[in-house]
């Protein structure tokens, strides 16, 4: 028993040494069917995230300004939905999107478009809900130097979404977050197929189930550091926008 | 569009929260070109009545009404200002804090260029204009806040102790701004707690006590001789309550 953990450990660490060396050489040699991957999982989740964000940001900023009945409701209804497991959201999707399904007619199962969709669901709560809170404290600040300049409706949302920028890139970041590193929707309604719809997270599903740990956590140090990067980038860019000193 | 919005007439304004009367029966008017204090202890109503006026808040009873009332609420909004106890700035530059109020002031595109000239070189910020307005010196950023609210030549501006926080040196080019203004043909309603800044500013002297108006007078005669007992142990630095 003992002797099966020990060789199992050894072959686990053989894995891990070689994963870095199979990354390292998939990376460098600029392997065609990894850079295709990582392509289709940067293209599917930064669309539904462009999309997400135009959804809920202004979804999140006018619930943010406006008062109306049931309004606390809806913002647990909100906050609630950030927690949406992504198999369930797949699986509606995939219920829409089937032969069978209200929108069969369109053919989209197991296309990128599927996914898109897919993580456009999953994301969106994320950033209205998120968007909600900083344009609401944003507008308390606000509020009565906008009234006392007659400033209402979309262009009180308009102001507010603006000068929150800052905040709201951090908002778009974690949306992010959630779309790229989520297996369970896009593999339901995309299919994991080869050349079509395999993307990093649905790869590495597959690699591990199959045995080849290797491959499966080359792809993984793969994610992690374009999620790395990516938030790195914002990071630098970031460092330009200015600090409030006296506010 | 008429030369001015003012006088203004506040009739019997009263506004209450859960039956507490915060502003009772208070009636006051605004005359074009008027600098007018409002003085009375911390807790009196200052604020909410500048609110009132200002339109910020609606009153339970009672009327706010401007030259005759013909001036429709688009015109009344573009026409009045008010600068807030803590500077509220964008976050943008100097520059574009001034925009934005221009914009929405209904000031067109190709006058603006000069009024925010004008407005910076005022406030004394023409070389930072670049800036980011929230990491000016609070002395600064309320300075820019009074350029912002006169920008748009308003006829009358409301400023709710809009040098509380601030330095000696601020309180002064806050306070020569507000003249000038003044002189200019802009009526100025300030409420303040600062006795000595009220013997500096102002031309009438409005007393605000326990939400009522309990003295209404011009500058001299009220310091010197305040009619009611609660002005003058205000005036005396007693505390009243």
């Known amino acids: 028993m003992l002797r099966t953990g020990l060789v199992t450990g050894l072959a686990l660490m053989e894995d891990i040494q070689a994963a870095f060396s199979l990354a390292a050489g998939l990376i460098f040699s600029g392997d065609t069917d990894l850079f295709e991957i990582v392509g289709l999982s940067l293209t599917v989740s930064v669309t539904a995230v462009a999309f997400a964000c135009a959804i809920g940001m202004t979804l999140g900023a006018a619930i943010g300004v406006t008062r109306f009945p049931g309004r606390s409701a809806v913002i647990v209804l909100l906050n609630a939905l950030m927690g949406l497991p992504p198999v369930v959201v797949g699986l509606c999707v995939y219920l829409l999107l089937s032969r069978a399904g209200p929108l069969g007619v369109l053919g989209l199962l197991y296309t990128p478009t599927a996914m898109i969709v897919a993580q456009t669901i999953l994301v969106t709560p994320v950033v209205a809900a998120l968007t909600r809170q900083v344009v609401e404290d944003l507008h308390h600040e606000y509020d009565e130097v906008l009234k006392s300049l007659g400033v209402k409706g979309i262009g009180r949302v308009r102001t507010l979404l603006w000068d929150a920028r800052y905040s709201l890139i951090t908002v778009a970041l974690a949306g992010f977050g959630r779309a790229v590193a989520e297996v369970g929707a896009v593999i339901i309604v995309g299919g994991n197929i080869d050349h079509l719809t395999r993307m990093m997270t649905t790869a590495i599903a597959l690699e591990t189930s199959k045995g080849n740990l290797a491959l499966a956590l080359a792809l993984g140090i793969v994610l992690v550091g374009i999620s790395l990067a990516v938030n790195g980038a914002v990071a630098t860019l970031g460092g330009a926008a200015p600090r409030t000193r006296n506010a | ?241």
């Not at chain 2, 002031?105 to 603006?112: K, Q, S």
């Not at chain 2, 500096?200 to 009619?227: N, S, W």
Request: glycine share 8%; charged share 20%; aromatic share 4%.
């Open chain 2, 1 to 241: 569009m008429p030369d001015s919005i003012l006088p203004l007439q506040a009739r019997e304004l009263c506004y209450q929260v859960n039956g507490t009367p915060l502003i009772d029966r208070i009636s006051l008017t605004v005359d074009v070109g008027g600098f007018t204090v409002v003085i009375g202890p911390n807790g009196a109503g200052k604020s909410l009545l500048l609110r009132l006026l200002h339109g910020l808040i609606e009153p339970n009873s009672g009327r706010v009404e401007w030259a005759g009332g013909t001036a429709s609420n688009g015109v009344l909004r573009m026409r009045q200002a008010m600068v807030f106890q803590r500077p509220v700035l964008l976050r943008r530059s100097v520059e574009a804090n001034i925009v934005y109020a221009l914009k929405w002031l209904g000031v067109p595109r190709a006058a603006r260029a000069a009024a925010i000239d004008a407005a910076l070189e005022r406030a004394g910020l023409a070389d930072r204009r670049r800036a980011q307005a929230r990491l000016l010196s609070v002395g600064e950023q309320q300075r820019l806040v009074v350029a912002r609210a006169l920008a748009g030549k308003p006829d009358v501006l409301f400023l709710d102790e809009p040098t509380a926080s601030l330095d000696p040196a601020s309180v002064q080019q806050i306070e020569a701004l507000l003249l000038e203004a003044n002189a200019a043909g802009t009526a100025i309603v300030l409420v303040t707690h600062d006795t000595g800044q009220a013997r500096r500013l102002g031309r009438d002297i409005v007393f605000v006590h326990r939400g009522r108006l309990t003295e209404k007078a011009p500058a001299e005669a009220f310091f010197d001789r305040p009619e009611s007992p609660e002005a003058r142990a205000y005036l005396n630095g007693e505390i009243i309550v």
